[in-house]
C-alpha cells in the first residue's frame, strides 16, 4: 500500500536520524494538521544524499507518485551496497564488538556478517513501530553484513516479510480519529445538492478563510467527464470558471477545521509547494480518494498576483523542484505572485531522473503564498463525495 511507503519513509528518517518523528508537539492532533499541511521531519545534516532522495519520495504529498515497495527496495540494496547509514550513537561499541561474528558463506572466509538473534530483532522492530502481534510472531536470526546498519537491514528484512507498522495512525492520510468514520460519507450528506455552513462538517466552526456557505452532495465516482452532479452545477453557475482539486475523504475534516496550508516542498510536485488544482476535471479525478473540491475561480483569485509560467521559464521552474537536492542540476528559479499556473508535464517519472519536462495539454493553477491560497479559500463552491458501486455511501 501507498500509505506504508510512506510510512517506511518516516522509518528511515527515524533510522538516520535516531529519534521519533515530531517529539515537539504535544498533541496528535497538532502532528495531524502540521502533516497534512505539507510538513515533513528536517533531513538531518550529514544523511547521504540518496538515502534522503529515497525517503523523501516515499512520504511525497500525493500517493500515487510514491514509489511501490519494490521500487524502494531496489534502491535500498543499491543504497546498502554503496554507502554507510550510521546509526544513532546510542549504544555502546562494547555490546557491538562482542556480539557473535560468523562467517556467512564457509568458502569466502572474508565475508563477516553480524548474527542478530530473534530477541535482537524483535527488540529492533519494537524501537522502530511494528505491529506488536506480528514482532511477537518473529522467531528468525538475521545477518547483517558488517559496515551496514543493522536497524536499516532488519527494517528492510521486515518490509520483505510482509511486517506493518503500528504507529501509522500518526500519519494523516489513513488517518480516521478526526473525521466522522473511516471512508464514511457524513450521514447528512445526500444525493441532492444543498448548501450548509461548512462547519456542520466538523460539528464546529470552520477555519476562518472559508466561506459561510458551500455546495455538498455526494455522487457515484465517475469513469469520465465528472459526476452528474457537476452538471447540475455548471447549470445553476452558466458562467462561472471552476477549478478542481481531487482530494482524500479523510482529509476533508482537518481542512475545514484547519483551512488550507502552504506546506512543505515535496519531491514532485512540479511548482514546488503550494495548493494545486486544474480546470480538467478528468485530471483532478486521477487524484480524488473520495472527494472533490471545486473553487469559483471566474474572477482569477480577485485583487493577487499570477504567475503565468511558459516555455524556458516553465521547464526551468518545474525541473529545478522536481530535481532540488539532486546536487547535478540548478535550483528552481524564484518567482513572487501569490498563484502560478502553467501546464503539467507529460513525463513526470522521467523528470525524476532530471530529464528535461515536456508540456501536455493539462495546465495547474497553484496557490503559492497565503493569500493565494487564501484565496482558493474564500472561493470554495461545492465539496462533491464520491463513492464506488454503493461502497461508502
Known sequence: MRS?????GVILWEISSGRLPFQSFESRYSIFIHVFNGNREIPVEGTPSQYERLYKQCWDDDPGKRPNIVSVLEDLNKLIKKIDILEPTTRDNNEIISKKLETKDT???SVIALILSPDEVRKILRDLGFEENEVALWNKSIEVPIGVSSILFVARAAILHGLHFQRISLYPEIETEYTFEPCKIPEFISNEIQSIDPGKI???DPHITFPRN???????????GGPNVLNEIKIKFPNKNFLYRGVSMRLIAATIAGGFGLGTTTINNEFGPGLYTTPDIDYALRYADGALFIFDWTDS???????NLSGNEWMRTVKGWICLGSGRKPGPPQ???????????????DIRSCNDPQCSEVSQVVGKTELGINAFATRLIAIIYLYRNGINQ
Open 4 to 8: 506504508d511507503i510512506y510510512s517506511f
Open 107 to 109: 568458502t569466502h572466509p
Open 202 to 204: 466538523v460539528n464546529g
Open 214 to 224: 458551500v455546495l455538498v452532495c455526494k455522487d457515484q465516482f465517475p469513469d469520465s
Open 301 to 307: 483569485g480577485g485583487n493577487i498576483t499570477t504567475k
Open 335 to 349: 518567482h513572487n505572485e501569490d498563484v502560478w499556473q502553467g501546464p503539467i508535464s507529460s513525463n513526470n517519472n
